[in-house]
């Protein structure tokens, strides 16, 4: 028996002799696995590589989000797709955090990337990996629970000029222009211009509330071995949807956004050790609204003259600048790499216009809703990680975060720490462990819109501990992963008073199996599911999973997948459970050329969002999405 | 039959593509193109192979290492591979030595470099130019005709 069992492995490996196209086509694999900037010791990664956006026809950022584990994703309002906190709508900005490359993508003013990097296309983007961890430690900027770092492609691995064009059949559609080239003089190159349609419809009451609008979006990267030097700049403009209207039909609305930003990072000594960054953050935001029932604009509300404050028309326009210098020193030995970093961070809002008018058709020049409009964090980092041993690795960080504000808000010291170890005792075997002491700041937005009686919020402070375990079997990876988060000071949207302080500690658990199953070298089957808790009433899903098929043979490209969120009953209303079932396909004319096709929500069973149709009157409910099918191209030439 | 279970159970684990925790650098990429080098390199020699990376890094060291013999110094060297944008006047020049670069344009400007490996289109990519190896008197096995081009 051993006899033939050798014969076997002996003529397995002659069947994988390395020849050159071999070793090619293993090359060209390990770089569509886009392994090469996952950091274990930051957090719990979930990982999607350059191949798997490829083959499952990941479009836009926003279709890789809402299936992620102990994640929601609906639409508020204004129509904008809104990620939340598993069990809640409620819009935590702060809690999730955006970078491209390594610049945070989010907005000066609310730290939401909803209204400007909201919905990215990924025609230019390599990879996406998602941490569960604080974010801050790592970038020094501001803090966040829950953290996608998305990576352009690398322009090295491209020199080519790519065209992606794409269209649905509710008329939405995505063109998009990539190139890259490698110079002569070691520096490189990704260029990237999309224009993008999206459609958002609902019938509500015999009327169409719509989100349609426009986003283009316009990304320059140019680096060496040394440098590296980004620009960026992203505009929408759409219509509101239900927006403040107390009676959820709008008359008249819009919103534009516009954002840009530019970041240069510098790497000095042989080994690089020494890393500065200076960026600079504009965002220029206006929301007009009309509706002849009346805004629920919270800051200009006085409960006592409700009459003669209920504006019937506001009109915005404001401008938001970040800036951001950050420099770090690491330090690196066989089995300790220590690394200590400060950052600088100048945030400044200016109200260019903010009128409303009242049902008398009374205009009043708001301006800005109160005196705090500048805030500087200074921020002071160290992070050690140290190998005990072949198979234990030890992380610890703190950080202290100086928040100088002006105005009526006060400074203040956020403290926060965590420490960890990574226990690998074999190959196939492996456990993960945190505990993160954070916080997270009040925004400028969440002072505007804070309740009457308490202006001055305090941060939000999380405590919460991670375990995870990790197990390979031959062609099988299993992956089991617990946290347990309690949040003191939980900055919490009354829509009736605006944001407020949570008086109690909330606590939620989630547990999450994750099992990925590599049916052939080109076919893989991935298993997802999740249970969680909260101590809160209910307003969103709290269990979920997906599964998904994936693979290739010859000049095809297929993959199905269902993403499944539980039902749930808020007051009076059942929500029922979401079954998003996609499946789609390519086909690769030339090695250049390829045709798309994939059809979306195909039971029409997707996620549904909560409306509260008066300030304390009956909810509505409404699709996030509808069944569609989508057709694209690409081509590299 | 014990034997085989075990046996089995262990190829299983030996063989297991997947990782749990990535906890040390990523490298596949790196020893793939080391592999690819040496390849090339052996290939277009006739002796036996002193490779020279300049500011060769302390992972692609290790890496290389596993499969050939580094040069400390580009004088000692056969074949020079230059995969950073270095000072061109720091690296040595001998008629003896082969010079290969990952720079698609440096190939074509630069008359010292016989040949490229680099990325287009997403895709690795080795190219020979035809006057170059006949210069060096390189005759390259039959797997490696499908790279050669006559460019001028």
């Known amino acids: 028996m051993i006899k033939i069992f050798l014969c076997f492995a002996l003529s397995a490996s002659f069947a994988f002799s390395e020849t050159i196209d071999y070793l090619l086509n293993e090359y060209e694999r390990a770089s569509d696995n886009s392994l090469q900037t996952v950091d274990e010791k930051i957090g719990h990664v979930i990982h999607y590589s350059q191949q798997e956006i490829r083959l499952m026809q990941y479009r836009t950022l926003n279709d890789i989000l809402r299936e992620l584990p102990v994640f929601n994703v609906n639409s508020n309002r204004f129509g904008l797709s809104t990620p939340s906190l598993v069990g809640t709508k409620t819009t935590t900005s702060g809690f999730f955090r955006f970078f491209i490359n390594d610049h945070e993508l989010s907005s000066g003013y609310d730290q939401s990337t909803l209204l400007s990097w909201g919905d990215l296309p990924l025609d230019f983007i390599d990879h996406v990996e998602i941490y569960y961890g604080e974010s801050s430690f790592s970038f020094g900027n501001e803090t966040g629970i829950y953290y996608i770092r998305i990576y352009t492609k690398e322009p090295e691995k491209e020199n080519a000029s790519e065209m992606n064009l794409g269209v649905n059949s509710k008329k939405a559609y995505s063109q998009s222009f990539t190139q890259s080239q490698t110079l002569e003089n070691g520096w490189k190159y990704l260029m990237f211009v999309n224009q993008s349609r999206t459609l958002k419809e609902s019938d509500y009451k015999n009327q169409t509330l719509n989100a349609n609008g426009i986003r283009r979006y316009l990304f320059a990267d140019a680096s060496n071995e040394t440098s590296r030097v980004t620009a960026a700049y992203t505009d929408f403009s759409s219509n509101n949807y239900a927006g403040l209207s107390i009676d959820a039909i709008p008359d008249d609305g819009r919103m534009r956004s516009k954002d840009f930003f530019v970041d240069v990072t510098q790497f000095f000594l042989d080994d690089r050790s020494i890393k500065t960054n200076l960026s600079f953050d504009a965002n220029k935001r206006d929301y007009y609204e009309e509706n002849a029932q009346g805004l629920w604009l919270v800051p200009v509300l006085d409960l006592t003259h409700l009459g003669l404050t209920i504006p019937v028309v506001f009109d915005e326009e404001l401008e938001v600048f970040k800036t951001n210098a950050f420099l770090s020193k690491t330090f690196a030995g066989d089995d300790n790499t220590f690394l200590t970093a400060i950052n600088v961070q100048h945030k400044s809002y200016d109200v260019n216009h903010r009128t409303t008018t009242n049902f008398l058709h009374q205009t009043t020049d708001v301006g800005a809703y109160n005196d705090f409009d500048t805030e500087t964090i200074g921020s002071l980092i160290v992070q050690d990680s140290y190998r005990l041993s072949d198979d234990v690795t030890l992380v610890a960080n703190a950080k202290s975060d100086r928040h100088r504000r002006n105005g009526f808000m006060e400074d203040s010291t956020d403290s926060l720490y965590r420490i960890g170890a990574i226990y690998t005792p074999t190959d196939y075997l492996g456990l993960k462990s945190f505990y993160t002491k954070t916080a997270i700041a009040p925004t400028f937005y969440t002072i505007d819109y804070a309740a009457f009686f308490d202006k001055e919020l305090q941060s939000q402070r999380y405590r919460f501990y991670t375990v995870e375990a990790a197990l390979t079997l031959g062609e099988s990876k299993v992956n089991v992963t617990y946290d347990h988060v309690a949040i003191d000071d939980f900055i919490y949207y009354d829509p009736t008073v605006g944001f407020l302080n949570v008086d109690h500690t909330i606590h939620t658990e989630g547990l999450i199996f994750d099992y990925e199953y590599a049916l052939s070298r080109n076919d893989k089957l991935h298993l997802n599911y999740y249970t969680s808790t909260l101590s809160e009433t209910i307003n969103n899903s709290t269990k979920g999973g997906y599964i998904k098929y994936m693979g290739s043979y010859q000049k095809w490209d297929y993959f199905t997948s269902l993403i499944y969120k539980n039902a749930y009953r808020y007051e009076t209303i059942r929500v029922p459970s979401s079954y998003n079932v996609s499946l789609g396909t390519t086909y690769h004319l030339t090695k250049d050329l390829s045709y798309s096709i994939k059809i979306n929500n195909i039971l029409d069973k997707s996620t549904r969002s909560l409306y509260q149709e008066n300030v304390s009157g009956t909810f509505m409910l409404e699709d996030d999405s509808d069944r569609s099918i989508f057709v694209s191209l690409q081509w590299i030439f | ?152």
Request: aromatic share 14%; net charge positive.
């Open chain 2, 1 to 152: 039959m014990k034997h085989f279970i075990l046996i089995g159970l262990l190829t299983i684990f030996t063989y297991a593509e997947n990782y749990t925790f990535l906890v040390k650098p990523y490298q596949k990429e790196i020893e793939l193109e080391a592999k690819i080098i040496t390849e090339i390199a052996a290939s277009s020699l006739n002796e036996p192979l002193k490779l020279f990376i300049p500011e060769i890094s302390k992972l692609e060291k290790s890496v290389y290492a596993q499969y050939t013999t580094l040069s400390a110094t580009c004088e000692d060297a056969n074949f020079i591979f230059i995969n950073k944008n270095v000072d061109e006047k720091s690296i040595c020049r001998s008629k003896n030595t082969l010079y290969f670069t990952n720079n698609y344009r440096k190939l074509l400007s630069d008359e010292r470099y016989f040949g490229a490996f680099f990325w287009n289109k997403s895709r690795p990519n080795i190219v020979f130019i035809q006057r170059r190896l006949q210069a060096h008197r390189i005759h390259l096995p039959s797997s490696f005709e499908q790279f050669i081009e006559s460019i001028e």
